[in-house]
């Protein structure tokens, strides 16, 4: 038998910068990293259902943005790691910066009026895209990538530990797992971090706009928020 690094399946040979440590084509002939890639259905299948519901509660167009973000990032992270294709790669990376950028200007926007844009911190936002996804095609450096998702990441956290601490509880269900897969465990982690991000950044927002929302576990155990805006008088 081939080492795993040299085995090959359906997508030819790995053209990526990054193979991660699972053994390619170990399960299927059309998967190169078979766990890596059913993983991300975390990061698929329940935001969209979360942009589902925000058109039908009419919540404003940023979050449905976040879902739908999070639902590409999935996407991408799943070609990527069923193909190993550079292109692929590409797929995965740089929409985590894009998303990454929408979470930033929803945690930022948390306490403005209903329905209002902030362009300089929306044009420094698409500047800062533009800027990471032109030198990682020129550099094609995974530490690149990295360090900007993390200052990214770092961001958020601030925002977040600012937000708890001068107003807001944060309530986090526990959450229990067991994997083998080191980096499928980063997928069902980086999924699960950014989906509760997006709920607490929108049970922040509709808490500012005067509703009532209301955190509902869909058979005990999955987070939605659920809200009625306040009956006028």
């Known amino acids: 038998m081939a ?55 009419g919540l404003e167009k940023r979050y449905i943005a976040s879902y739908l973000a999070l639902t590409v990032v999935g996407m991408g992270s799943w070609c990527f790691h069923m193909t190993l294709k550079y292109e692929m790669q590409l797929l995965d990376e740089l929409p985590m910066i894009y998303s990454c950028c929408i979470f930033v200007y929803c945690m930022f926007e948390c306490f403005k009026i209903k329905n209002s844009v902030n362009y300089h911190l929306l044009f420094t936002l698409v500047l800062f895209s533009l800027i990471v996804t032109t030198v990682y095609l020129k550099v094609k450096e995974p530490i690149f990538h990295q360090v900007m998702y993390g200052m990214l990441v770092f961001t958020l956290v601030l925002r977040s ?63 939605v928020i659920l809200f009625e805006p306040l009956r006028k008088h």
């Open 3 to 57: 080492p795993a690094a040299d085995r090959e399946g359906y997508w030819g040979p790995t053209t990526s910068t990054l193979d991660w440590c699972e053994e390619n084509y170990s399960v299927t002939w059309y998967i190169a990293e078979f766990w890596n890639t059913v993983s991300n259905l975390i990061m698929i299948i329940p935001p969209m259902f979360g942009a589902i519901q925000s058109v039908r509660d």
């Open 161 to 223: 530990i600012y937000i708890v601490t001068w107003n807001f509880r944060k309530k986090v269900p526990p959450i229990i797992g067991i994997t083998t897969q080191f980096h499928a465990w980063w997928h069902i982690l980086t999924g699960l971090g950014s989906y509760l991000h997006i709920l607490f950044s929108l049970y922040t927002r509709t808490l500012y706009l005067r509703y009532r929302p209301k955190v509902k576990f869909i058979f005990g155990i999955w987070p």
